[in-house]
Every structure is written in C-alpha cells, then in structure tokens.
Nanobody, 114 residues
Framework: VHVVESGGGLVQPGGSLRLSCAASGFTVSAYGMSWYRQAPGKERELVAAIGSGGGSTDYADAVKGRFTISRDNAKNTVYLQMNSLKPEDTAVYYC????????WGQGTQVTVSS
C-alpha cells in the first residue's frame, strides 16, 4: 500500500504544473486524499483535500482559485492542478491518504522561480 507523487519541477512565476499521486494497494475513491506542502524551515501544511465517495473538496486560503484537486478513479490517481504559480508556492509537495492508517508519499519538489 503506497502512493507515489510525480510532476514537480521548475516553473516560472505565473506558470502551471500538474502533480499526480498514483495509488497502489487501495482504491483512492474509498479514502480521503489530500496534498500537503513543506517549504524549507516551515511546517508541513495542508494545501487541498478531496473526500471519499462524492469527492467534496477543500483548499487552503493561499491557493483558492489557483489550485484544483481532482481524482481519476479509473487511473486510481489524484491530481493537483496548480495555476498562476508564485514563488511562495515553492515547496516539497506530498500526497496523503487518510483513514485507519495514514499513508504519505515521498514528495515531489516544486520550485517557482524566474
């Protein structure tokens, strides 16, 4: 049972990236899934979350209107579409599965810089 993030990289301010969280050993639609990020010297913080089943979503104020979390049940993958990126979005982004046992991925680096 694990999740693997991908899609990070270096992007200029105002650009876009799409992160992927591929799950193995469980069905993403059966669990709450979320994206967190951790910048150097800062605590890990919640960015976006999607609920099980119907998939209600929630976002941190800092990313509302710019980021979108979604889920592809056929691919068993959760995505984070990030638009209008800012330098302060630079961080390692982690995927998390909630539930009876929390599962974290290894993270993917996002760097926003000109």
């Amino acid at each position: 049972v694990h999740v693997v993030e991908s899609g990070g990289g270096l992007v200029q301010p105002g650009g876009s990236l799409r992160l992927s969280c591929a799950a193995s050993g469980f069905t993403v639609s059966a669990y709450g899934m979320s994206w967190y990020r951790q910048a150097p010297g800062k605590e890990r913080e919640l960015v976006a979350a999607i609920g099980s089943g119907g998939g209600s979503t929630d976002y941190a104020d800092a990313v509302k209107g710019r980021f979108t979390i979604s889920r592809d049940n056929a691919k068993n993958t959760v995505y984070l579409q990030m638009n209008s990126l800012k330098p302060e979005d630079t961080a390692v982004y982690y995927c998390k599965r909630s539930g009876w046992r929390t599962i974290w991925g290894q993270g993917t680096q996002v760097t926003v810089s000109s």
